[in-house]
């Protein structure tokens, strides 16, 4: 087979960018007016019915907890340099002293030849000397031969015991060097992977270092949705859980001290999640962990809503299985109340989509029933909402320097999915593991989407009551716009899922340089839509 071209190295993109001083201004404003809308919330004056109330309290106490945490993390981001000793040790590599012994795995399970080739290459050509594994997991003679003509080693096992996990784990049973880097098959790395992570390691205390995840395609609603949520989180979130020592591995795109992994066992076995498991084991122990907020392998982000919700359910799993069985708070397990809480938020993110599910049904009531968590007028609700609504978008705009509403589409239409996840880990039930990119792309289906298909139905019959019954024209108008802007919202990804994600005209994929953990919560909690007022 032919290798595809691998185009030339180019200077690493930043997934960072310094924390703004008007950011920091922003964030003070958006706790301000987080405190006036939740204690509008809670007057007694405003309230409509009991379980209507409570439930608006729970969905908005939630969202709050979920915001002020993302934002003490934003807070933290750590603006400090390079140690002058990872510096020293780089340059020494570079002027040809000896590196430490190095394992390359690429995982491999059912993705399609060409995909997996373009990134054993890339691997296999990194600078610093490295041994290359092809771990594949599905069995495939021709990767096999692929392997063998590229000059890299192949290794596969009987039975596909713990998934992605057992197969890191199989892989290190054979190899023996003293620091392992993981790869997903649809992330090429840049040739100057290793010389950029591998310095870090100058602290023996160090386990990992983790750099981010970047997808390349954005070639429709979901590829682009996915993306963007993506660096969003990288950009924003990641700097300020380095600062705690909080990074978790997601899985691909890491380096492990061998010796970190062997004190816990290798990688964690008991969840399909197996990445931030590892990560919580290794914290527990002492060890640190590292951020790199550079972009030193890019990668392939799902191109069909089935694929993109098989990957939301599987990483919505692993936050909820922290969330409910890590015992976080327990005492004595090691962690810090910093590094506790970091984790926790990474439960909290996905729970975001239970307050969504809730605010995506109140207009319906309003309209079907005259059901309103909140009585007040729309003057009364505009101005304790709004300034809230505003601030939270004004934090992630200014921090990230914008945003694309691709990715609240998509983290919307993965609400069905996240609940699904909750159910499946309260349960015991968790998400099979299935290799994102594996099958093809532009997978057309409505059964996928059909629960959104239901609330999209739900809210244009309840346009229709609404308007031809107009018991009360304030409040009704108000919920049909909020309506509408649910429909809008679904049906964009529903159409996205029946016509497999449509390639936009000229747009070509591509993993190679010109891609499990949550975004933050002024992405999927910024533009929510709700029903708030109810009689004047």
């Known amino acids: 087979m032919t290798a595809p071209p691998v185009p030339p190295a180019r200077a690493a993109r930043l997934a960072w960018r310094p924390l703004q001083r008007s950011t920091r201004v922003a964030i003070i404003a958006a706790l301000a007016a987080t405190l006036f809308y939740q204690l509008f919330l809670l007057n007694p004056a405003y309230r409509g ?3 209507l109330w409570f439930a608006m309290l729970t969905a908005e106490g939630l969202t709050a907890l979920h915001l002020i945490g993302t934002w003490w993390t934003i807070l933290a981001h750590d603006d400090r340099p ?15 002293s000896d590196a430490p ?4 795995f690429i995982t491999a399970y059912g993705e399609e030849p060409a995909l997996v080739l373009r990134t054993m290459i890339a691997a296999r050509d990194m600078d610093l000397p490295h041994r290359t594994f092809l771990l594949d997991d599905g069995d495939s003679d021709e990767l096999r031969e692929i392997a063998d003509q590229v000059g890299i080693d ?3 096992r009987p039975g596909g015991a713990h998934a992605k996990a057992g197969n890191v784990n199989a892989g290190l049973a054979r190899t023996n060097g003293e620091f392992v880097v993981i790869f997903d098959a649809d992330h090429v790395p840049e040739p100057s992977f290793l010389l950029s992570i591998l310095p870090h390691f100058h602290d023996p205390d160090v386990a990992f270092v983790q750099s981010p995840q970047f997808y390349t395609n954005n070639v429709n609603l979901v590829a682009t949705g996915s993306g ?3 660096r969003i989180f990288y950009e924003l979130v990641c700097p300020g859980k380095n600062h705690f020592n909080a990074a978790f591995c997601v899985g691909t795109n890491v380096m492990f001290r061998r010796a970190a992994l062997d004190n816990i066992g290798g990688i964690w076995t008991g969840s399909n999640s197996e990445d931030i498991w590892t990560s919580i084991e290794l914290h527990k122990r002492g060890w640190k962990s590292i951020y790199v907020p550079q972009v030193l392998a890019r990668g392939l982000a799902p191109q069909d809503v089935p694929s993109y919700l098989k990957q939301q359910l599987r990483w919505a799993s692993g ?3 922290v969330l409910l069985r890590g015992r976080l708070f327990k005492r004595g397990i090691g962690l810090t109340i910093d590094q506790r809480l970091q984790y926790l938020f990474c439960g909290t993110h996905y729970l975001l989509s239970m307050a969504m599910l809730t605010f995506m049904l109140f207009p319906a009531l309003y309209l079907l029933f005259a059901l309103s968590p909140i009585r007040a007028d729309g003057f009364a609700w505009a101005t304790h909402y709004l300034p809230f609504q505003a601030a939270v978008l004004l934090v992630t705009w200014l921090q990230s320097g914008g945003f694309k509403l691709s990715a609240i589409v998509a983290s919307i239409g993965a609400t069905p999915v996240h609940l699904r996840a909750l159910g499946g880990v309260l349960l015991g039930r968790p998400a099979k593991w299935k290799a994102t990119n594996a099958g093809g792309d532009g997978t057309r289906s409505l059964w996928a989407v059909m629960p959104l298909f239901a609330l999209l139905v739900l809210n244009v019959t309840a346009i229709v009551v609404g308007v031809l019954v107009m018991a009360d024209p304030g409040p009704t108008w108000l919920s049909v716009g909020w ?5 809008l919202i679904l049906g ?3 159409l996205e899922s029946i016509t497999g994600g449509r390639l936009r005209q000229g747009a070509t994929p591509s993993a190679g340089p010109p891609e499990a953990q949550p975004s933050p919560a002024g992405e999927e909690a910024a533009i929510r839509p709700r029903h708030v007022a109810a009689n004047a």
């Open 49 to 51: 019915p009991g379980w």
């Open 82 to 96: 390079e140690p002058v000793d990872a510096t020293v040790w780089r340059n020494r590599l570079r002027a040809g």
């Open 101 to 104: 012994s190095i394992d390359v």
């Open 154 to 156: 192949y290794l596969r």
């Open 228 to 230: 963007e949520a993506q």
């Open 319 to 321: 936050g909820f299985e």
């Open 483 to 487: 309506a509408s802007m649910i429909v």
């Open 492 to 494: 964009r990804m529903i």
